[in-house]
């Protein structure tokens, strides 16, 4: 690479999601709420399964705790600093805080991306080979696998962010996005960013492709030996279970294929898109585990000292 005399820039301002100045107080208030409710309902899903016994002994609520921690970093990570710009108006974020940030939404990204697919596996396991699945899955296997999916997403992280710092950046320093995301910085660089585009196109394009292509298989047995169930109400308790894993997939593959794996653009769009993975995921994760799990919501009903249903006796 050729080498660029400059001077290296020391912070960089983050533009934002383009919006009339009028709503500048709504967006602020409603991106609070945002994140208060995403981090109070998280932790409410986290706290329930380490207070229930009967959840945090199976392995599915210990990856639903472990995807709570992630959704609490993610929103942290992102929100914040993205919904003081409606009110303090467009601030620098030193260039560090900018490498931070950038590593630890993909760690925490590329995390979640391997957690979906442990917890595919894991229904795949318990609806499909249900007399082996409390040997095939116990919770010190569970705990082996969530610990490979955060070793793995480190290393993703690490990876994006040395590739994508290792360039000169000497100017101009406006980063026409609300976060420090690769394909927004990489504008900035005073270098052929070729080999970055194609390495970050390789790299996220191989983590989601294998990780939705082993969710897509999990479910395809999934769906074949729900419809093979005679009772109507097995049916309905093994699609209430995986309906809520699949609702989550959907709505953070899509917008991160439309983001990362396409021809690269610098429309509005993507900002709107980013907003799925960074905000509203994390957001509706608890509401969609919490309305579509009967065993969840028992365990809360335990948890708060309500009144018992007939099942729980």
């Known amino acids: 690479m050729e080498r660029v005399n400059c001077t290296p820039v020391t912070e960089l301002i983050l533009t934002g999601l383009p919006h009339p100045p009028r709503l500048k107080t709504f967006l602020f208030a409603f991106f609070l709420l945002i994140y ?31 995807l709570s921690i992630i959704d609490m970093g993610i929103s942290s990570v992102i929100v914040p600093h993205f919904m003081m710009n409606f009110i303090l108006g467009v601030k620098p974020i030193p260039f560090g805080g900018c490498v931070a940030q950038l590593y630890f939404y993909h760690f925490l990204g590329s995390t979640q991306c391997f957690l979906y697919t442990l917890m595919a596996y894991d229904r ?34 690490a990876l994006q962010a040395i590739l994508t710092f290792r360039l000169p950046y000497c100017g101009p320093n406006q ?8 394909p927004a910085v990489l504008r900035l660089a005073c ?18 492709a294998s990780c939705f292509s082993l969710i897509l298989l999990s479910y395809i ?9 005679r009772t109507a109400d097995g049916r ?42 960074t905000a509203i995921t994390p957001f509706l994760n608890p509401l969609i585990y919490t309305l579509r ?21």
């Open 36 to 66: 208060i409710l995403t981090q109070l309902g998280n932790l409410l899903i986290l706290t329930t399964v380490r207070a229930d016994p009967q959840l945090r002994a199976r392995p599915m609520y210990i990856f639903l705790g472990v």
């Open 221 to 229: 047995q999934i769906i074949q030996a729900i419809l093979r169930i």
């Open 175 to 182: 980063v026409d996005y609300f976060f420090c995301d690769i």
């Open 236 to 277: 309905r308790r093994a699609f209430s279970t995986c309906g809520a894993h699949v609702t989550v997939v959907t709505m953070y593959y899509v917008p991160c294929a439309f983001i990362y794996l396409r021809p690269e653009t610098n429309s509005p769009l993507d900002g709107a898109a980013a907003l799925f993975p």
């Open 191 to 208: 270098a052929d960013t070729t080999v970055n585009k194609l390495v970050t196109f390789v790299d996220i394009g191989v983590v989601v």
């Open 124 to 157: 795949y396991l318990a609806i499909c080979r249900p007399l082996h699945y409390p040997v095939l899955m116990t919770a010190k296997l569970s705990t082996l696998l969530v610990a490979g999916a955060w070793l793995a997403g480190s290393f993703h992280g």
């Open 293 to 313: 799990n009967q065993e969840v919501k028992m365990a809360l009903k335990r948890m708060l000292g309500g009144p018992r249903t007939k099942s729980e006796i």
